[in-house]
């Protein structure tokens, strides 16, 4: 596979973008600015980027079949649109008020090809205290599924139906599992492969699958993506990128054709835009394989 054209979209530095989500309907990106506590959407022909304030911080987001968006934030998932100026309102809490009040959130997630919204948490300082969760659209009721995380990522459901594929950031680890969509039920996790850490910071972040099946994942303060085989997770591509946090790609644009790689600014946001100008920015460059379609939260 040739290295991909990445070129830069038009808008201001996100310090932690995350969840690009390509609304065919509309045909805009959205992402989240989790840090800066802000959505974005933009249409890929060229036009003007928007942003809408939001009073808490947005780990993930999907669309929703009703319409508008799910946002899973601080003390609960919510659902509305933020660009309509209308309040948001809540599905459910958060499952674990006092994880969420000691410093931890949502982080990455995603729907199932039934609605149903599987969405981590991550805890930036203790340890196995993160975990993975369900909400169900039937009762707006969410279920912990697995515990033992420290930073949940990376969540993509294999095209096979049959796996869902996923890492722990803080641990530079993918793992898999077996998933039974009819039943919304996953199984125990297997370690797939690690990224030695002794070797380069760079540890695995979101993710999404392509058509042939293969894993896209974004390397987190490794500068780079790679696509892993979707059998054996070996490393089958990989490329850097001009900015030092990707944090998740996402396929885009008519045909899914286009891949959109979302990043933020680290830790010294001053130093990473001096190495990094496009740092904080969001990523596009047409893809030489074609991404698949992203079910939607169907409450």
Request: charged share 25%; net charge negative.
């Amino acid at each position: 596979m040739e290295e991909l054209n990445f070129k830069p979209l038009d808008h201001a530095a996100c310090r932690l973008g995350e969840s690009p989500r390509w609304h065919a309907g509309e045909e805009r990106l959205y992402w989240t600015d989790i840090d800066g506590k802000k959505l974005w959407r933009v249409r890929l022909d060229g036009g003007a980027a928007e942003s809408a304030e939001l009073e808490q911080k947005a780990g993930c987001i999907v669309l929703r079949e009703q319409g508008g968006l799910v946002l899973a934030m601080e003390d609960g998932v919510y659902a509305g649109d933020p660009f309509g100026g209308g309040k948001l309102e809540q599905l459910c809490p958060h499952p674990d008020p006092a994880f969420a009040a000691k410093g931890g959130r949502f982080n990455d997630g995603r729907c199932d090809a039934r609605g149903r919204l599987w969405v981590g948490t991550m805890d930036p300082e203790r340890k196995n205290q993160a975990a993975l969760h369900r909400l169900d659209p039937k009762d707006m009721k969410m279920e912990t599924m697995q515990e033992g995380f420290n930073t949940f990522n990376g969540l993509a459901f294999h095209p096979n139906g049959r796996e869902a594929w996923y890492t722990d950031s803080r641990q530079y680890s993918l793992y898999r599992s077996s998933f039974d969509l009819e039943q919304g039920s996953i199984g125990p996790r297997e370690l797939l492969r690690e990224w030695p850490k002794e070797q380069s910071p760079a540890r695995p972040d979101g993710a999404a699958f392509d058509t042939d099946g293969c894993y896209w994942t974004a390397l987190f303060e490794g500068a780079g993506i790679a696509r892993l085989d979707g059998a054996s997770a070996e490393i089958v591509f990989e490329q850097a990128l001009p900015v030092g946090f990707p944090t998740m790609p996402c396929f885009a644009g008519p045909g899914l054709g286009q891949l959109a790689v979302t990043s933020a600014l680290g830790n010294d946001p001053e130093a990473e835009l001096a190495k990094n100008p496009l740092a904080g920015r969001v990523l596009l460059a047409a893809a030489a394989v074609a991404g698949l379609p992203e079910p939607s939260f169907a409450g």
